[in-house]
Structure formats: structure tokens, C-alpha cells
């Protein structure tokens, strides 16, 4: 199982490469199916894979100007105090065992892969749905789109803090829809508030898990393969031409792990 989920990492960097979002939503499931690794351990595992990757994903960017750094303040900081404040002190208070309903016993695990699957399915639908365009230069930029995006960026920042899922997904929408931000420009700066984002929960948690090292580097370094390789593949391939069939295979993913920790 562990090739197969070597493999997957390739995907998940080819994903961040290609659109800019949407492949750390499957590392958690990678980890925990096909590693076999613990719930709660593949949060902390994936915050750093997908950190180091984003990181990596964003230099191409950031070197052809693409990254509005005004953008990842905004949008960022509440980020990086939510996920800092969620992985510190609300994860920790989950207990073991949530409820039990006739006779099923939703645990801390089970909980995160539910909360997990609904992610997954939201974002299928993003990715599904007719894109927004990212012709806007920013120039209705006011104080009130900021509030709506610092706000949603609390949201990821939470999200990401449960789960270790860089949210972008959800922070290029609002990137582009709110603040109107070019699509590429949105791109490189989602990479850039991910990896700010991962890594920041990655090491704030650190702690309190131990961490295989050498396991964990290794599916990074696989993982950073495939974001070049997406990298180099979005230089001839449209990625938003591809991102509704990676849409449809993230809600089957997400269907799938409902289906497995509930009915079976």
C-alpha cells in the first residue's frame, strides 16, 4: 500500500502545481488509508507536506511577480492566528469519544475523517463548477471586501488547523471573487498563505505528536517532485481545464471515506 500512496503524493504536488489547491485535501486520506498512519498524526504529517510543498510551488511564482503580498496579510494573518489558536487549545479539547448512536461511537478520529470527507465534497464542488473569471485588476478594492476576506481567512485558518488542509480551495475563490485578484496572481499567493498557514500549525503543534522523520520526509520529497511536475505541466495544460474531472475524483474520495467510517 505504501507505493500506491507514494504515488498519490505525486498527485497531491501535481494538484498544488497544476491549480494551485486541492491536492492536500487528499493527503490526510493518503496517510491515514494507504500509510496506515493514526488520524490525528496525519493532520500533523500533512501540515508539513503540504507546507514544504505550497513553499516550494510558490518560488516559480513569486519570481514572475504573481504573489500579492498585500493579499497574504489580509488574508494570512487571521489565518495563521486561527490555525495557531486551533491546533494549541480547541483540537486538544475533542475528547476520545464523542457520542455514541445505537450502538456506533463516533470517535476523535472518526470525527476529524467526517469533518475531513465534508471538506472534500465542498471543495469537489468548487472545482466542478464553472470557474470565475480573473480578468479584475483589484481596483474596487475596499475595507469591506478585506473584513469578508480576513474573515473567511479565519475560516481556513480553523479548518486547516483540524484537519491539515491548506484551504485553497476556498482561499482562490476569494481571492478572486472578493478581492478580485487575477487568477494566476490568486494562485501564487494561495501557494504562499498555505505554506505560511501548514507550516506555522505544523511546528506550533510539533510537540505534541512524535514524528517519524524519515517517513515524513520522504512522502514530502515526493510530494515536492509532483509540484514541479505540475508546475512544468501548467506551462502547456490549462489547469482549469482539468480541475472538474480532479473535482469529481475528490467526491468520490469524499464519499467514499463518509461510506467506510460510518457503514462499514
Do not use: C, H
Not at 58 to 84: A, E, N, Q, R
Not at 110 to 126: G, N, R, V
Not at 200 to 208: L, R
Request: aromatic share 10%; net charge positive.
Amino acid at each position: 500500500m505504501e507505493i500506491i500512496g507514494y504515488a498519490a503524493a505525486v498527485l497531491i504536488g501535481v494538484s498544488l502545481g497544476l491549480i494551485g489547491g486541492g491536492g492536500s485535501i487528499l493527503t490526510v486520506p493518503v496517510l491515514v488509508y494507504l500509510f496506515g498512519i493514526d488520524t490525528l498524526l496525519a493532520t500533523e504529517y500533512s501540515l508539513f507536506i503540504v507546507g514544504v510543498s505550497s513553499a516550494v510551488g510558490s518560488v516559480s511564482y513569486f519570481k514572475k511577480g504573481l504573489v500579492d503580498f498585500k493579499m497574504v496579510l489580509i488574508f494570512g494573518l487571521p489565518s495563521i492566528i486561527s490555525i495557531f489558536l486551533t491546533r494549541m487549545y480547541l483540537l486538544p479539547l475533542i475528547p476520545e469519544e464523542l457520542l455514541i448512536v445505537k450502538g456506533f461511537t463516533v470517535t476523535k478520529n472518526i470525527f476529524l475523517l467526517l469533518i475531513f470527507a465534508t471538506l472534500m465534497i465542498l471543495a469537489s464542488y468548487k472545482m466542478i463548477k464553472r470557474p470565475a473569471t480573473g480578468d479584475a485588476d483589484g481596483s474596487d478594492f475596499n475595507r469591506n471586501k478585506a473584513l469578508l476576506a480576513a474573515g473567511e481567512g479565519i475560516i481556513v485558518g480553523v479548518l486547516t488547523g483540524l484537519v491539515g488542509a491548506g484551504g485553497g480551495f476556498m482561499i482562490i475563490p476569494a481571492l478572486v471573487n472578493l478581492l478580485k485578484v487575477p487568477v494566476k496572481t490568486a494562485i501564487g499567493t494561495s501557494l504562499v498563505i498555505i505554506s505560511l498557514n501548514s507550516l506555522i500549525g505544523f511546528f506550533s503543534s510539533i510537540n505534541t505528536v512524535k514524528i517519524e522523520w524519515k517517513l515524513l520526509t520522504s512522502i514530502a520529497a515526493i510530494a515536492i517532485i509532483g509540484i514541479i511536475i505540475g508546475s512544468q505541466i501548467s506551462k502547456k495544460i490549462d489547469g482549469k481545464k482539468l480541475k472538474p474531472a480532479f473535482g469529481w475524483f475528490i467526491l468520490v474520495m469524499g464519499i467514499y471515506i463518509i461510506t467506510r467510517e460510518i457503514f462499514l
